[in-house]
Structures are given as C-alpha cells and as structure tokens.
C-alpha cells in the first residue's frame, strides 16, 4: 500500500505522463492496479513500483500495465447515434460532393483516442457506403491511442457482441464475419484502408505530417477529454485545432463539457443532444504550449481545392505579406521551423527566396513547411527543386517520401524512403517511416525488421540528441514510440489485403 503522499506522486505521475487527472473516487481502481503490478512485476511493494515508474523509461511494462489499468477503454460501434447520423447524412456527403466537384478525391480523418478502433471502423464502413468508387479516393483514417493492448486489439479488429451494441445485425454480418461463437472479425477489405498508431495526445508533437496528424478533415476525440485535466484539455484542443484545416470538423463526446477558452478558434454548432465543432480560419487568441512553452503552430492553409466544411463558403487562403526590413537569417527560419510555426516560416522563406536565394537549403525549408501545411502538391514541387539543386540532401529525399504518402502513392514513397537511407543508413525517421509503410502494404515481416532497426538506431544515440525531421522529439522518445508501436503490431496481426464485402 502507497501512503497518501505515495499515492499523490503516483496521480501526479500518471497526470504528467497522460494528462489524466485522477479522482478520488477512482483511487479504489488505482490501488488495485499498483496491488496487481506488484505481484505481476515480483517487486517488494508499492514504494518500489512507484520509484520504478519515476525513474524508468516512460515506457516500461511497469508504465504501460499502469497506462492500460488507469485509462478507460470503453467503445462500441456507432456510438452516438446523432453524430452518426449527422456525419452519414449530412457532413460527409456535402464533403464528398465538393470533393468529386472539384476532382480532388481525397478525406483525412482521425480517431485521437481510438481505444480498441470501434470509432475509426464506424467511419471507414460510413464511406464504404457512401463512396462505391472507394478505390479511386485517396483516404486517410488514422486512429491512435496511449493503450498499447488496446491499439494492438484495434490492429487485430476482433470485436465480441457487447462492441456491436449499437449496430444493426445487417451492418455487423455485412462488415464482419463470424469468429467463433461470440466474436466477429473485421473485413480485411476495411482493415486494410485504416491506420493506428500510438500517440500520447497530452506529451507528443501534433500537427505533423510526420505522424500524419496534418491538415485533416475531421478529427473525431470522444470521449478522452472526460478524464483529463482541464489545463490539459485547453492545450490539446489547440493543437487539434491545429490539425484541422480551415472549416475542418472536431467531434467530441456528449459529456466532454469544455470550458469557454477551450473553444477557442472553433465554431460551436448543437446537434440535438450532442455538438460539433469547426475550425474558424483564424483563432481568437494565441493558442497555448501543452507545457506553457513555445506558442503552437500558426493556423494551417492547406492547397486542397475544396475546404472541409461543406456549408460555409470557402476560405480564402491570406495572401503572403512580404514582412518589412531585410531577408531573414536561416537561423530565424530554423527557428520557426522548429517551433513548428509552418506559416510564418512560409512567409519568411518567400521573403528570402525573393532576395534572391535559390539554394537547395531554403527549397527544402519550403518544402517541408507547404507539406506541414497540406499543400502537397507545391510541396512536391519544392523537393524537386531542392533535389535538383543537391541530389545528396537525405532531408529532401525524405520529405519528399513524406509527401508521396500524403498523396498515397505508396510505391514512390517507398522509393524515396530507400534513397534516404541509401543516402543514410542511420536515419531514424526513414526507417521508422519505411516501417509502417511496408506494413500497411501488407509486408508485416519486412516492417517490423524496419521498425527494429529504427529502434536499434534510437536506442544508440544519446538519448537528449533532438532528431531533425521531428521537431520537439529526441532520440529517448521515438525510441520509446517505436517499443510501442512494435508491441502494439506484434500484438496485432495486421492483415492483408481483401475484396469488397
Ligand atoms: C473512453 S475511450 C474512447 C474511445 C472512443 N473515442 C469512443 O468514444 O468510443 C478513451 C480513450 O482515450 C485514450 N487516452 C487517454 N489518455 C490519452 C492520451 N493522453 N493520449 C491518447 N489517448 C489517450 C484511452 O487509452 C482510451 O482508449
């Protein structure tokens, strides 16, 4: 048994570590886990477990047992009906409609917070029905999680009757089959269209197109802000603000109640009983840091021809002003980049660019912040002429892998990803990203030697050693995301292919 003063460090740790605040009322729940972890971990006591947790790597089996007792992984299929219908009805087919309009055929969606994937799955089987050209769409549906079990049950989509709870029987026989006498596994014709990943939505960078959490569509997080602290809650709502593009949709759960400042930068818009929340073009305040440091990115344009909302008018993209006085230093560039200030970096690289610099240096800047913004296109364009410019540049070559993702061309990615790392067999990100790739083609074996490697590589570096293509991450942290990400898949059975149920 912790004492009191154990039992405050051991909230403050699980607080600091996943933005979850925990009640006194769930303190009975707590003691159990720590009890069960004790006996499971064969450690003397709680005093132990507690001093293991605080000076371990943040992602120890002691961490991740504590992760999966303390969070609440509750989900089911079609979980809250208005939503549901709001997005089937409403949402999604005027998206859809000026999306076909404007030939540009693609929908970015993500589950933040996805427990076991009942959430990303709902989705994926809603444009089954409303896109019979599904093949021809470029669609991205990412679900992430803390819970490492639970992603590595998502990844598997074995769900019982009790997850099918709001699911007629036609819809469940159609998209699943039966899998013993009270489970049922999900189509491979589905699985194969969705992605998970883990991310820690209170510790890990986002927007990123490194973890795709870029210039999204919808982002659906219900049912997660609940158990967080509410100071928590406010700078994770700007970072998926962040996320969004302009007139983008954020769906939170009926009983995630947010205070006034946490709306900040989003339209309110009741649904019956529930709510949704679009993105305005710009906020009304200067969002905060998850831990009050740097501000967060600047509102995110995106090149996509058509925005998300489908019942406002478009909104126009602010024109670059050419800020006064001379061209800015690469290190004030840098400096933004790395802050993840992808606008203003933009506009100072312009600046520089009209002054005169062509290097191969300031197109990859470019580069990399049009991909962050969404414009993958012109981000394309800014490799090339980076690439022109220095063939060897490992950096271009990656963000050029990066953007061929984006835009789903899944063999030139891989491409890409290969000269990198023929340019540079020690770089993390690419074979990290090379990884998941090769997973979500259906090569399993091959992505998870990748993932090793990438591991290996981590694990070797100091540990402090900021990594250059993810900003705020160091060495210690990706290594720590690719322990989970690797028992997350070898929990999971990633399965291949299939056809149209
Ligand atoms: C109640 S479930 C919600 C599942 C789904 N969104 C739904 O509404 O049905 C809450 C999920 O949030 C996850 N979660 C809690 N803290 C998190 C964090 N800091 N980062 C990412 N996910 C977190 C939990 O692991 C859990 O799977």
């Given at each position: 048994m912790l004492g009191a003063a154990g039992e405050e460090r051991l909230c403050a740790y699980v607080r600091a570590r996943t933005g979850i605040r925990i009640l006194d009322h769930q303190m009975e729940i707590v003691r159990r886990v720590v009890a069960d972890a004790c006996e499971r971990f064969g450690l003397a006591d709680a005093e132990t477990y507690l001093t293991a947790l605080e000076n371990g790597p943040?992602?120890?089996?002691?961490?991740?047992?504590?992760?999966?007792?303390?969070?609440?992984?509750e989900s089911y299929f079609f979980r809250d009906q208005t939503q549901m219908d709001f997005l089937r009805r409403v949402w999604l087919p005027e998206l859809i409609e000026r999306r076909r309009d404007s030939g540009d055929r693609h929908l970015r969606i993500w589950s933040a917070g996805c427990s076991d994937g009942q959430e990303l799955y709902s989705l994926a089987i809603l444009l089954y029905e409303l896109l019979p050209d599904m093949d021809d769409w470029n669609l991205h549906l990412l679900g992430t999680d803390i819970n490492t079990a639970a992603l590595g049950r998502a990844i598997r989509g074995r769900y019982s009757a009790w997850s099918f709870r709001a699911t007629p029987d036609d819809t469940r026989d159609r998209y699943f089959r039966r899998d013993g006498p009270h489970h049922w596994q999900i189509s491979p014709h589905l699985r194969r269209r969705v992605k998970f990943a883990y991310l820690n939505l209170s510790e890990d960078n986002f927007p990123s197109i490194l973890s795709e959490t870029n210039a999204l569509d919808l982002v659906l997080c219900r049912n997660v802000f609940i158990y967080f602290d509410p100071v928590v809650v406010g700078a994770v709502m700007a970072k998926l603000r962040a996320s969004l593009v302009p007139g983008g949709c954020l769906l939170l759960g009926a009983s995630d109640l947010l205070e006034s400042a946490a709306q900040d930068g989003f339209d309110l818009h009741a649904l019956g009983g529930a709510f949704h929340l679009t993105r305005q073009a710009e906020p009304s305040r200067p969002p905060a840091d998850a831990r009050g440091a740097a501000p967060l990115p600047e509102p995110v344009t995106t090149d996509r021809a058509t925005p998300a909302t489908p019942s406002k008018p478009e909104i126009e993209r602010p024109a670059a002003v050419m800020p006064p006085g001379p061209a800015p230093g690469f290190e004030y560039i840098i400096q933004l980049l790395g802050r993840e200030a992808w606008r203003e970096a933009l506009i100072q690289i312009e600046h520089r660019q009209r002054a005169g610099d062509?290097?191969?240096?300031?197109?990859?800047?470019?580069?990399?912040?049009?991909?962050?913004?969404?414009?993958?296109?012109?981000?394309?364009?800014?490799?090339?002429?980076?690439?022109?410019?220095?063939?060897?540049?490992?950096?271009?070559?990656?963000?050029?892998?990066?953007?061929?993702?984006?835009?789903?061309?899944?063999?030139?990615?891989?491409?890409?990803?290969?000269?990198?790392?023929?340019?540079?067999?020690?770089?993390?990100?690419?074979?990290?990203?090379?990884?998941?790739?090769?997973i979500r083609r259906g090569r399993r074996a091959a992505g998870l030697k990748s993932l090793r490697n990438a591991l290996d590589i981590a694990e070797r570096a100091a540990p402090e050693r900021r990594l250059h293509d993810a900003a705020g991450m160091n060495h210690a942290r990706m290594a720590a995301i690719l322990r989970n990400e690797l028992r997350m898949y070898e929990d999971g059975h990633d399965r291949k292919g299939g056809h149209r149920p």
């Open positions: 943040g992602n120890s089996p002691e961490h991740e047992h504590l992760v999966a007792g303390v969070t609440v992984g062509d290097s191969a240096v300031i197109w990859q800047f470019r580069a990399k912040a049009l991909a962050n913004l969404g414009r993958a296109r012109e981000a394309m364009q800014a490799c090339e002429h980076s690439i022109e410019r220095d063939p060897a540049d490992k950096h271009s070559h990656f963000i050029r892998a990066l953007v061929f993702m984006e835009l789903n061309r899944l063999p030139a990615a891989e491409e890409a990803l290969r000269r990198t790392l023929y340019l540079d067999r020690a770089f993390v990100e690419a074979h990290y990203q090379l990884g998941m790739l090769q």
